[in-house]
C-alpha cells in the first residue's frame, strides 16, 4: 500500500502560480508512475500531468506550457508548478502513484490516489 499526502492548493487570481506537492509513504514499484489528475463536481475526472521514473512526462493539451511536473526521489516526493493558472483550471487536484506496465495515462486510472488539495482561482 502507498499513502499520498498532497498539499500546497488555494485561492489565487487569474495569472497567478501554485505548486502543488506530493508525498509518498515508500518508493517502490507502486510509485513508478506518480502523477496528478483533477475534478470539478458534475465533471469527469481529468488527467493533468504524468511522470515516470526514467524521466518521461505527459501533459493534458488544457495544461501544456503552463503546467511542470517534477519529482524528487530522495523525498518519495511529486510536484506540480501551475503558471497562468485560469478560473477553468479550478478544481480539487488529487496525486496519483502507479505501477509500471499499469498503463501510463490517464492517471487516475493508477492505483493508489491521495485526498486531494483544492485549488481554486479567481477573475
Known amino acids: 500500500q502507498v499513502q499520498l499526502v498532497e498539499s500546497g492548493g488555494g485561492a489565487v487570481q487569474t495569472g497567478g502560480s501554485l505548486r502543488l506537492s506530493c508525498v509518498a509513504s515508500?518508493?517502490?514499484?507502486?510509485?513508478?508512475?506518480m502523477g496528478w489528475f483533477r475534478q470539478t463536481p458534475g465533471k469527469e475526472r481529468e488527467g493533468v500531468a504524468a511522470?515516470?521514473?526514467?524521466?518521461?512526462?505527459r501533459y493534458a493539451d488544457s495544461v501544456k506550457g503552463r503546467f511542470t511536473i517534477s519529482r524528487d526521489h530522495a523525498r518519495n516526493t511529486v510536484f506540480l508548478q501551475m503558471s497562468s493558472l485560469q478560473p477553468e483550471d479550478t478544481a480539487m487536484y488529487y496525486c496519483?502513484?502507479?505501477?509500471?506496465?499499469?498503463?501510463?495515462?490517464?492517471?487516475?486510472?493508477?492505483?493508489?490516489r491521495g485526498q486531494g488539495t483544492q485549488v481554486t482561482v479567481s477573475s
Open positions: 515508500t518508493d517502490n514499484q507502486d510509485t513508478y508512475y
Open positions: 511522470s515516470a521514473r526514467g524521466g518521461t512526462t
Open positions: 496519483a502513484a502507479g505501477r509500471l506496465y499499469g498503463g501510463f495515462w490517464p492517471p487516475m486510472d493508477w492505483g493508489y
